[in-house]
């Protein structure tokens, strides 16, 4: 089957100041500490991940129950083959949108090598490029020797993408990148690894999870303080941005393109997606890492309350802390070294 994934090269217009930092014996501690950590956790995906193994694609990703065309009269039509093609389908939509989102992630971390002030967090961002090369890398991997089609970028990541990468200002990048963008996909990939039938995508999840938690610790740590000595207006900006931002993510996993490809009615289909309880808890899920993320970076103002309260997002206010998930995810990665190199003895 011919691949999707649109134009080969595309260019856009950006502008951003490089920072030179001459002050190395100044240290944030605990981004030094991030840096150190990722130092440590680097994996090489030849090592880790066996992709010569066949995979079943005609099993979903999720349980039946969150399946955007659960129990509809679409579902009940189509044949047993047709059911499998659309998993595939959706395997293949899901996971591109991934990739896209992984790529978007390596250029924006390239960026913020180049404009941060401080020397920890350009040490810190240096490390995620490595991170975001690797998870593109596997995730294109997997799309085409497994899958063996991908999906174009969803329009609505796509603005996104570009509202980070073209916007000069690096704290606006970390808030667009390291809060929402990471933040969402470290919810999403818990949900795989937790759901998916398939080995080979649930470890090669596991290893992007581990990065993925630090990348979203480097965003609060770096972005906590900045806010409490920025002027109202400044506050405000970043509040909007992050709403608009929440809108376009719960919008991206609607799957369009998957209906228009299998000839489905488009709009029953949005329809179904949007009112289906198992995919409204899903979106609603999507946003368990970023809203603590976005109290603890203070920007969760009266009135951001009410927003993220329209979007049933709001419970999560309280859900776990980012850098307590970090250490928790820290600790099952040096439980899991120790199990294994006892069973190697």
Not at 28 to 39: F, G, M
Not at 140 to 166: A, C, E, M, W
Not at 217 to 236: E, F, T
Not at 238 to 261: G, H, I, S
Request: glycine share 4%; proline share 4%.
């Amino acid at each position: 089957m011919p691949d999707a994934a649109g134009p080969a090269i595309e260019s856009i217009e950006s502008s951003l100041d490089v920072t030179y930092t001459w002050a190395y014996r100044d240290t944030r501690q605990q981004l030094r500490d991030l840096y150190e950590k990722a130092v440590v956790s680097q994996w090489i995906a030849n090592q880790e991940l066996d992709f010569s193994v066949d995979v079943d694609l005609d099993k979903p990703m999720m349980p039946d129950m969150m399946h955007p065309l659960f129990g509809s009269e679409i579902m009940e039509r189509m044949t047993d083959g047709e059911k499998q093609q659309l998993n595939r389908e959706m395997s293949s939509w899901t996971l591109s949108q991934f990739l896209h989102g992984e790529q978007g992630a390596l250029l924006a971390a390239a960026q913020l090598v180049t404009a941060v002030p401080d020397l920890d967090s350009k040490l810190y961002g240096a490390t995620q490029v490595v991170d975001e090369a690797r998870h593109v890398d596997v995730y294109n991997r997997y799309l085409h020797q497994k899958i063996g089609f991908s999906y174009p970028v969803n329009p609505h990541l796509r603005t996104l993408l570009d509202l980070i990468l073209t916007d000069s200002r690096w704290d606006m990048k970390f808030l667009g990148m390291q809060i929402m963008v990471e933040g969402l996909a470290l919810s999403a990939f818990a949900m795989i690894r937790q759901n998916t039938y398939e080995p080979l995508l649930r470890d090669l999840t596991r290893y992007v999870m581990g990065d993925e938690a630090r990348h979203v610790a480097y965003g609060v740590l770096s972005l906590r303080d900045y806010y409490q000595d920025q002027p109202d207006s400044v506050v405000k900006e970043r509040e909007d941005f992050v709403y608009e931002a929440a809108v376009l993510m719960r919008d991206r996993f609607l799957m369009q393109e998957v209906w228009q490809k299998m000839g489905l009615p488009y709009e029953r289909c949005i329809e179904l997606a949007i009112n289906n309880q198992g995919q409204i808890l899903f979106r609603q899920l999507l946003f368990a890492k970023i809203v603590p993320a976005i109290k603890k970076i203070g920007l969760l103002s009266p009135r951001q309350r009410e927003r993220f309260q329209s979007l049933g997002i709001l419970q999560y206010e309280n859900a776990e802390d980012p850098i307590v998930a970090l250490e928790r995810s820290e600790a099952e990665r040096m439980a899991a070294q120790k199990t294994a190199a006892a069973a190697a003895v």
